[in-house]
């Protein structure tokens, strides 16, 4: 075979790896939305061709239609193919300059604000918390920021994601000691477990309740001063996108703070007139009320 026909070759499998039979597309999304009661239709188009072929790839299939196939006659669990269709990437304190915002600015006055009302609780929820990592990292950032009591305080964090394996993981709270290369020593002495692989401590955990969720159609969690929604909106169409903004805000309290992904802002209809933000930079924005009742952390400098 000469050189330019090897060439051609190369160029066919690459294409062959990357390109998606747009025509099995809606037919594979029918069948795992079916299977998994999860609507992927209202994720991104392009999102989910790239996962679908990831799959064929992965599972060393010739095309999409031998996916489709194998879907149909059961031989993937519904947990295998959410697997397959979602995102699990992440680490411990992923993008340092928002978690020293959080600490140095939100962290205090928000805990502050709620010693003042005598409310009961703390209560942040963690959406998409794949593996854990995230849900974690903020509970120790919160800790370390208003020094609170692990035994004592009442602080509940809720970390959910569409994928049950890795809520399952996330829950045991066990990771290599690899896994903690972005934390200083200090931290993992404080918070970390040694042994064949490294555990959070029982404290910590505990105030963690790790759980499946669809925000697509799962009823929300209420009364909340904190909502962290990092590099999920990005996955979706702007209708769920504008769904769930609107449910994020009713789920908030007044004042309430709600932290996106990098490349993520509030839905159209919500940015600055249900959410202002307080670091454009880190994507972090506060609940307003439609009458400015609730100034909370408005007008301070916070960029």
């Known amino acids: 075979m000469g050189e330019q026909e090897q060439t051609v070759v190369r160029v066919q499998a690459l294409r062959s790896n990357t390109e998606v039979n747009e025509a099995m597309v809606t037919p594979i999304i029918d069948g795992i939305s079916r299977l998994t009661s999860v609507d992927f239709h209202q994720y991104k188009r392009n999102f989910v061709q790239r996962q679908i072929r990831r799959q064929v790839v992965k599972r060393r299939l010739r095309t999409e239609e031998n996916y489709q196939e194998q879907i149909l006659a059961g031989q993937y669990t519904a947990e295998a193919l959410i697997n397959g269709m979602t995102v699990n990437v992440t680490c411990f ?45 903020v509970a120790m950032a919160l800790h370390e920021s208003v020094g609170s009591d692990l035994s004592k305080d009442k602080v509940r964090i809720y970390a959910t994601d569409l994928d049950e394996v890795v809520v399952h993981h996330a829950r045991r709270g066990e990771y290599e000691s690899t896994d903690l290369s972005r934390l200083g020593p200090d931290f993992i002495e404080r918070y970390f477990l040694a042994g064949e692989k490294v555990r959070v401590i029982p404290e910590l955990r505990r105030q963690i309740t790790f759980g499946r969720h669809d925000l697509l159609k799962d009823p929300f969690i209420r009364h909340l001063d904190m909502i962290f929604c990092r590099n999920v909106l990005i996955f979706l169409n702007r209708e769920a996108q504008e769904g769930i903004c609107e449910k994020m805000y009713d789920a908030l309290n007044p004042g309430g703070v709600m932290v996106l992904g990098r490349a993520e802002s509030p839905t159209k209809k919500y940015c600055n007139k249900g959410f202002v933000p307080l670091c454009r930079q880190n994507r972090v924005f506060q609940k307003i009320e439609p009458h400015g009742e609730e100034k909370g952390l408005q007008g301070r400098s916070m960029r």
């Open 93 to 137: 304190f992923r993008d340092p300059p928002l978690f020293e915002f959080l600490m140095k600015n939100i962290f205090p006055l928000l805990w502050n604000r709620r010693r003042n009302r005598s409310e009961r609780e703390f209560r942040i929820w963690i959406m998409g918390c794949s593996t854990g990592e995230e849900a974690y990292s």
